[in-house]
């Protein structure tokens, strides 16, 4: 991980998550370009497993780790791994699986969609099947087609859109301190 250790990303994250409440909510990148940009974007990831309360229906036991996956791409490089390694939410370990394609993806309870799969988020909801999966990506487009949290960078800057209607779908329960720090949006297509 260049330039921000693991620990300064997470506490960024969270106090961007924690911060007082600003429609125009947004953490500022360090220097360092598209690295540092999913860095950041990697300790957003890690705290939602802080913000978001998944049903007992989500885990196959109690002790079932709390499973960060990604399908597509893979813009995160070790960050990702650095940042959740030894780390535990609500005494369940956390894991990161990679997914190459949609007919991979298995069980998990955030997944992350590269930005190549948006066009294919139908399939990619058939796929999950009605699991209360978190799914999240980049851009406008992902939200407006079903997905629940996007990541949108303006202006050197990571913004949060939810897509409550489609995390309530699944059964997800966003907290109040994430939601109020982001812009809440519908999908077009559902």
């Given at each position: 991980?260049?330039?921000?250790?693991?620990?300064?990303?997470?506490?960024?994250?969270?106090?961007?998550?924690?911060?007082?409440?600003?429609?125009?909510?947004?953490?500022?990148?360090?220097?360092?370009?598209?690295?540092?940009?999913?860095?950041?974007?990697?300790?957003?990831?890690?705290?939602?497993?802080?913000?978001?309360?998944?049903?007992?229906?989500?885990?196959?036991?109690?002790?079932?780790?709390?499973?960060?996956?990604?399908?597509?791409?893979?813009?995160?490089g070790e960050?990702?791994?650095?940042?959740?390694?030894?780390?535990?939410?609500?005494?369940?370990?956390?894991?990161?699986?990679?997914f190459r394609?949609?007919?991979?993806?298995?069980?998990?309870?955030?997944?992350?969609?590269?930005?190549?799969?948006?066009?294919?988020?139908?399939?990619?909801?058939?796929?999950?099947?009605?699991?209360?999966?978190?799914?999240?990506?980049?851009?406008?487009?992902?939200?407006?087609?079903?997905?629940?949290?996007?990541?949108?960078?303006?202006?050197?800057?990571?913004?949060?859109?939810?897509?409550?209607?489609?995390?309530?779908?699944?059964?997800?329960?966003?907290?109040?301190?994430?939601?109020?720090q982001a812009?809440?949006?519908?999908?077009?297509?559902?």
């Amino acid at each position: 991980m260049a330039i921000l250790g693991r620990r300064s990303l997470i506490w960024i994250a969270t106090l961007a998550l924690w911060g007082p409440p600003s429609a125009a909510f947004a953490a500022t990148l360090p220097e360092g370009g598209v690295t540092q940009e999913y860095d950041l974007k990697a300790a957003f990831l890690f705290n939602f497993t802080r913000f978001v309360e998944w049903p007992d229906a989500a885990f196959a036991n109690a002790a079932a780790p709390i499973t960060i996956g990604i399908v597509g791409g893979d813009p995160f490089g070790e960050s990702l791994d650095e940042i959740v390694a030894d780390e535990t939410v609500d005494n369940r370990k956390l894991v990161v699986r990679r997914f190459r394609s949609i007919e991979q993806v298995e069980d998990c309870q955030i997944l992350f969609i590269h930005p190549s799969l948006v066009s294919h988020m139908e399939q990619l909801r058939a796929r999950l099947g009605g699991r209360s999966v978190l799914t999240v990506g980049e851009n406008k487009e992902f939200t407006a087609r079903g997905g629940m949290i996007a990541f949108e960078t303006v202006k050197n800057r990571v913004r949060l859109r939810v897509n409550l209607e489609a995390a309530r779908a699944a059964k997800l329960t966003i907290s109040s301190m994430l939601l109020r720090q982001a812009k809440i949006v519908g999908s077009e297509k559902m």
